[in-house]
């Protein structure tokens, strides 16, 4: 069973619109951590963002926010007033404490913002 | 702080054939993941070295190996490749210790089985 679900494959929008990206999460553990990495064409992931299970707040940095949601397990990742910049492919990822902390991912989200 | 490193970018091998693939961390990381990439199946966690000693490992066969040198440095190696290990491979490093914490990525090196 897939324990980390984008259900977006891929995402058009045009250049200053906002966008949200979902993640669906699967877990019996208590203690676990979500995380949000981005792909840019060159292949390096990125990490923008670790968020515990214990704090539900959502964050903001900058044009990015990310709302957490254990009610609806999800984690949805939404880039404000996008940019060209901005296109990627983004990945949500579980790490659970009784799993070693082993990064589950995601299969990813391609962005794609057009100018 | 140099970033991760990994050698070769790029590799193209005939099947049947093994490869060794190197990573070198962040300075003072002692963790280091690998990772294989795919559009099939996404990207899929091969294992994980701490300190010299493997301490996670995923669901490949054994033809998937790897090591850790005592400056860190990792190399994995796949030994009697198939078409089917086409993929970007990617390696990982961050602190150590027991913990998720967040993993800085080399850029990958892009293996072709032909």
């Known amino acids: 069973a897939q324990k980390v679900t984008q259900a977006q494959t891929e995402i058009s929008v045009v250049e200053k619109e906002d966008v949200t990206l979902d993640c669906v999460y699967e877990?019996?553990?208590?203690?676990?951590?979500l995380f949000w990495y981005k792909q840019p064409p060159s292949g390096e992931l990125v990490f923008l963002i670790r968020?515990?299970?214990?704090d539900e707040q959502n964050e903001i940095s900058g044009r990015y926010s990310w709302n957490f949601q254990k009610s609806t397990s999800s984690f949805n990742f939404t880039i404000t007033a996008s940019q060209v910049v901005d296109s990627a492919v983004y990945f949500c990822?579980?790490?659970?404490?009784?799993?070693?902390?082993?990064?589950?991912w995601g299969a990813g989200t391609k962005l794609i913002i057009k100018p | 702080k140099a970033g991760v490193t990994q050698t070769p970018r790029y590799l193209i091998k005939t099947r049947g054939q093994q490869v060794t693939l190197s990573c070198s961390p962040i300075?003072?990381?002692?963790?280091v993941s690998w990772y294989q990439q795919t559009p099939g199946q996404g990207l899929q966690f091969l294992f994980e070295?701490?300190?010299?000693?493997?301490?996670n490992k995923g669901n490949f066969p054994g033809r998937f190996s790897g090591r850790q040198f005592s400056n860190s440095r990792s190399e994995m190696n796949v030994s009697t490749l198939e078409l089917g290990d086409s993929a970007l491979y990617l390696c990982a490093s961050c602190l150590g210790g027991t913990g998720p914490y967040e993993q800085y990525f080399g850029p990958g090196t892009r293996l072709t089985v032909t």
């Open positions: 070295y701490f300190s010299e000693t493997q301490r």
């Open positions: 300075s003072g990381h002692r963790s």
């Open positions: 968020r515990n299970s214990f």
């Open positions: 990822a579980l790490s659970e404490a009784n799993s070693n902390y082993q990064l589950i």
């Open positions: 877990t019996r553990d208590t203690t676990y951590y």
